[in-house]
């Protein structure tokens, strides 16, 4: 075969090509006012893929080197924006590289549509080349999920997708697209256009009787607490949140998710709950009388043992999804509806009820005894440190995107969230490798923001394929690896639990990050001391070129005050020195 | 306990998958599940019997469901009046000899003779699972070769006596 290299290098203008049914896709995509698309090419989706080319649509595709990276992209675009992530990949293995990413999306309620190719329908079920039943496969980690048998049903199932993903309780959507669905050129008329969705519909407005009972609790209450989670920031509810707070003069505990929802720096916030939350937090909700959990679902994260959480308390839970209520704590005041119109709807009570001013200052002093503590060498980099030193670079305003383990909680511990939808993490699914490819989505989605994505130096290696995107796009996401050479929180397990037996968690062969970095003519920076760390991070964060910092911190350093599995609230250990 | 709940879905592919899958991830036994179209097209209507701990757990099951896209009404029909029927069939060993001794058996359950061969006879009975649980108990005795039953499906009675109780997932509407 001749190669024509010319061709290659050449957008060739479309020749005439009847329309398709991938044509149909994208005028669809078009209509839903995508802006940007995150995929990978293969087989069952070239008939898509030459329908991009040659409509040259309004948005941008963006090419990462694997699907997942794909995929964690589109979240973390989602987490930022509230718009929904749009993913496109190819028949099985593309399909399947996809799976981590939708159920990461389906815990953490993200809105995405995902698009994946599939055999023709001529041989789907034959074990065809390619073939994964898409269908079966994500049915349990999808809010719906389509195969679009006619072409006609392009326009409709796209838009219902994106209705579904993004209204409700946000989540994942799959369109299942049949090679010949997609390449075959279209006869038949559209068939309509309009969403048919007769068992979907998400009350998203209170019930008001629920709300005058909420009222009465809170004036009734003696040590009410207000918990904010991520459902506060898919409804946009922050400032409210903050009005409601500020009101009644409530406490306020966040999950790792809801971080951000109410401002870290202001005096009510007692820091976030759980595992490794503050003293303060976890003592407010388990002596707390009043428990009004806005948006958040009682992960095991945050409630510990479920016999001493809240034991004391009647608990109110304000949530879109009715199944989240009453699933893991028996809840007496239940509120099924979007955190802003709930929470609207209680301010417009003009209750002029306050929480208890002795209720207040216990938890004040809680604040002030306990606070998260590490201990401070001279010279060397300890984690906590790097947090607090990238707030500062940063003046707290950064997204700051990060992987799973240690290095996840300090910088939920430390840096400081004061604005919404400025942090990125994985938190149901617990998925390492989705903290790099987030970013790459987030700064897409806010171009002109600092985008730092704090990852280990195990994660990293999940997912660092994307460098790629980077150089390619010139997009100036900060990576920061907080390098400890150890799987850090599966060490810090082994050492409390297990007699210090490292089973595979020490990382003592490691590729030269900074070389990896030059390789994809993306500057890298090794930071090993407080003085190196002082003098050149601010400039770095400020840079607007992608950069690699590969910031040495000691290894053995453990995450701080921890609740350990299977107990309560109440028995936290380091608390303090 | 028992309980017996109802959805009316969109007659959409994979629904069914959608709804056993459900099941199975959230830990539930069911003990059976019958499908079938209804009188409005493109809908079919589900009954399940399953084996919950409590209402707690009862609650998740009925709020999940609903959660479904294509689900359009879940009920828990337990506790109200209704019909509920199921169709067995029973592959009895029947030598020429003890035929009409099982027809004496079959009739006061109103069960027929649907095939018979030389050596065993099937019989269909439908009824409420109780009274199929007590015909098998009388045939047992002659040998059964096979059986086969279609699960519960189940209806409201036409009137309905009234209780105090409501729907126990009625936060759901408001
Ligand atoms: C895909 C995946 N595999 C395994 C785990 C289990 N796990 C949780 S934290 C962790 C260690 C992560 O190491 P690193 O990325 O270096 O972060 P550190 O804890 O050291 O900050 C592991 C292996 C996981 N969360 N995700
Ligand atoms: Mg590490």
Known sequence: MKVKAQAVQERNPAAKVPKTGADLFVEALQAAGVDTIFGYPGGAVLPIYDALYRAEPQFKHILTRHEQGAIHAAEGYARVSGKPGVVIATSGPGATNLITGIADAMMDSLPLVIFTGQVGRSVIGTDAFQESDVMGITTPITKHNYQVQRQEDMPRIVKEAFYIATTGRPGPVVIDIPKDISGEAYQTAVSSHAIHLPGYQPTTKPNSNQIKKLIQAIEEAKRPVLLTGAGVLHAKAAQEVENFAKHFKLPVASTLLGLGAFPASHPQFLGMGGMHGTYAANRALYECDLLINVGARFDDRLTGNLAHFAPEATIAHIDIDPAEIGKIIPTSIPVVSDAKAAIEALLAEESSATASEDWCNHLQQYKADFPLWYNNPVQDLTPQWVMQAVHKATDGKAIITTDVGQHQMWAAQYYGFDQPNRWVTSGGLGTMGFGFPAAIGAQLACPDSTVISIVGDGGFQMTMQELSVLQERRLPVKVLIVNNQSLGMVRQWQEFFYQERYSESLLNVQPDFIKLADSYSIKGVRLDTQEQLVQQLPSLLQSDEPVVIDCRVLRQENVFPMIAPGKGLHEMIGVSR | ?174
Request: hydrophobic share 40%; net charge positive; glycine share 4%.
């Open chain 2, 1 to 174: 306990m028992k309980r017996v709940i109802t959805a009316t879905v969109q007659n959409r592919s994979g629904v069914l998958n959608r709804i056993t899958g459900l099941m199975q991830k959230r830990q539930f036994n069911i003990d059976s599940i019958s499908v079938g179209k209804t009188e409005v097209e493109q809908i079919s209507r589900m009954t399940f019997v399953v084996e919950v701990e409590d209402m707690q757990k009862l609650e998740q099951l009925t709020k999940q469901l609903h959660k479904q896209i294509d689900v359009l009404k879940v009920a828990d029909i337990t506790d109200h009046a209704i019909v509920a029927r199921e169709l067995a069939l029973v592959k009895v060993v029947c030598p020429p000899a003890s035929r009409s001794e099982l027809q004496s058996i079959i009739a006061p359950f109103r069960a027929s003779a649907v095939d018979i061969s030389k050596d065993s006879m099937i019989v269909q009975v439908t009824g409420d699972s109780d009274k199929i649980e007590a015909f098998l108990e009388l045939v047992r005795p002659y040998g059964i070769k096979e059986l086969t039953r279609t699960g519960v499906t189940a209806f409201l009675r036409g009137h309905q006596p009234q209780t105090a109780d409501g729907n126990t997932y009625s936060l759901i509407t408001n």
